[in-house]
């Protein structure tokens, strides 16, 4: 069993910044790959970054150059650094863990 909460979402301005949060807590592995997605409105659920012991990080195209994924292991914590934010990057973004486990959304809004 894990649980991941997300956090740090809010309204930001286009071009503004915003670091967004996962807590993970239950049998949360370090060993387990980390990614985020996010959904928005009338849109379907699409990949924005992973990071693994294996593979490192790596990025959709659309977040590339301006998104930074990171964990920190001792606090079993993963953030999502958001760089150079644009309206379409409006949604909730969704924590998942291990490919299994998923939070239940941190809403992130940039206005234009």
């Known amino acids: 069993q894990v649980q991941l909460v997300e956090s740090g979402g809010g309204l930001v301005q286009a071009g503004g910044s915003l670091r967004i949060s996962c807590a993970a807590s239950?049998?949360?592995?370090?060993?387990?790959?980390m990614g985020w997605f996010r959904q928005a409105p009338g849109r379907e659920r699409e990949f924005v970054a992973t990071?693994?012991?294996?593979?490192?990080?790596v990025y959709a195209d659309s977040v590339k150059g301006r998104f930074t994924m990171s964990r920190d292991n001792a606090k079993k914590t993963t953030y999502l650094q958001m760089n150079s934010l644009k309206p379409e990057d409006t949604a909730v973004y969704y924590c998942?863990?291990?490919?299994?486990?998923w939070g239940k959304g941190t809403l992130v809004t940039v206005s234009s």
């Open positions: 998942n863990s291990g490919m299994r486990y």
């Open positions: 990071i693994s012991r294996s593979y490192g990080t």
């Open positions: 239950g049998r949360a592995l370090s060993t387990y790959a």
